[in-house]
């Protein structure tokens, strides 16, 4: 099993930026596709973006595309949603997750940090 924490969160302004970290504990981070998924209130929670076991390869949703950026880094067990030109929509609690299946675009993962709140202000 893994065990993931986020941080990162907290209130910006429309335009601003923030950094969050998954910080992964237990069986080898490198064995897991993982993802961050966010979930705005009274939405259903939704893929953000995910990344393949080795980082080479990304995914994003459209809505994110070109703002956020996913990365990790095996030797330190984290990965990271570095989340530009913020908008009042990306309000929501961000989770990351993980999966031990190649899979990236998909909603069937099996561990789940507790969430973190961004809040972006007009």
């Known amino acids: 099993q893994v065990q993931l924490v986020e941080s990162g969160g907290g209130l910006v302004q429309a335009g601003g930026s923030l950094r969050l970290s998954c910080a992964a504990s237990?069986?080898?981070?490198?064995?897991?596709?993982m993802a961050w998924f966010r979930q705005a209130p009274g939405k259903e929670r939704e893929f953000v973006a995910g990344?393949?076991?080795?980082?080479?390869?990304?995914y994003y949703s459209d809505s994110v595309k070109g703002r956020f950026t996913i990365s990790r880094d095996n030797a330190k067990n984290t990965m990271y949603l570095q989340m530009n030109s913020l908008e009042p929509e990306d309000t929501a609690v961000y989770y990351c997750a993980a999966r031990l299946r190649i899979t990236i675009r998909t909603t069937e993962y099996d561990y789940w940090g507790q969430g973190t709140q961004v809040t972006v202000s007009s």
């Open positions: 990344i393949s076991r080795s980082g080479g390869t990304t």
């Open positions: 237990g069986r080898t981070f490198s064995s897991y596709t």
